[in-house]
């Protein structure tokens, strides 16, 4: 008796460009592990080397941006790549090395998590680094995911969060999530935004702790989801529920901010 061993299907790819963090809250390997607990394969381009624990960013060096686009060109001709998640990209140089490859892949999604700052709150941006965002990044992107602070700093809004997303999609992107973590409610409320549409409002209970990665474990998932094929609100929805999730199951293996499960395996409780 033979027996025929059926090839599996390949799993949808999703290139992320995102910085090392080695406390492996953030960066790249967030994406990494979110991305795979949605059953699709990461491959990875690293934008910056940082120096940091799950307390600080004390120092970041960015990598040599041609060698970043000949890293994804040959990832693009050898992968089918179903979406594309970019974070913190660390300098004006690798914003443009990055619009180069979108303006020529313009079909794949674009899902941009604009990495600003540090959970806590260090500065990973100067105002040149913005204005190449908003000028090389969003008019490619079909979700940009910034917290309020992100998304004030983007649109030069200062304190509503719905100007800013109006400004955004003026700038180019097709949907604006912006997360409410930054809050100080008793729920946080994230809405999603498209131009002609009431926004969609998204809710989850507040956690206690502070959280090292999360924005990362977000706009990850929702890539992953997108590269699956599912339209963008309800990648979105999926997306904050897996976060929401990992951040239940969050531990602390450092002595600063908690960091996200995201291979969590669900309790019974």
């Not at 992320?16 to 699709?40: N, R, T, V």
């Not at 910034?146 to 649109?155: C, G, Q």
Request: hydrophobic share 40%; net charge negative; aromatic share 6%.
């Amino acid at each position: 008796m033979s027996y025929i061993k059926n090839e599996p299907e390949a799993k949808p790819v999703v290139l992320c460009f995102s910085g090392h963090d080695p406390s492996g809250g953030a960066g790249i390997q967030a994406d990494i592990e979110a991305i795979s607990a949605q059953g699709c394969h990461a491959a990875t381009v690293i934008t910056a080397l940082t120096c940091q624990d799950t307390s600080h960013v004390l120092s970041f060096d960015a990598v040599d941006a041609d060698k970043l686009k000949k890293q994804a060109d040959v990832l693009l001709r050898d992968m089918s790549v179903s979406a594309i998640k970019i974070g913190m990209t660390a300098d004006v140089e690798i914003v443009k090395a990055i619009h180069t490859i979108l303006k020529t892949h313009h079909e794949i999604p674009v899902i941009l998590d604009p990495v600003l700052a540090s959970g806590a709150g260090t500065s990973l941006s100067s105002s040149k680094l913005v204005d190449a965002i908003n000028t090389y990044l969003l008019p490619h992107c079909q979700l940009i995911t910034p917290n309020t602070l992100e998304a004030f700093k983007l649109s030069s809004c200062s304190d509503d969060t719905e100007t800013a997303a109006g400004t955004l999609l003026e700038m180019g992107a097709e949907h604006v999530l912006i997360t409410g973590t930054h809050a100080k409610s008793a729920l946080v409320e994230h809405y999603l935004y498209h131009a002609h549409e009431l926004p969609q409002q998204f809710q989850n209970t507040r956690l206690p702790h502070e959280y090292h990665g999360s924005g990362c474990t977000l706009a990850s998932s929702i890539a992953a989801f997108i590269a699956t094929g599912l339209m963008t609100s309800e990648a979105v929805q999926k997306g904050l529920d897996y976060t929401y999730q990992t951040l239940q199951y969050a531990h602390a293996p450092g002595q600063g901010q908690w960091l996200p499960d995201r291979l969590y395996t669900p309790k019974n409780d």
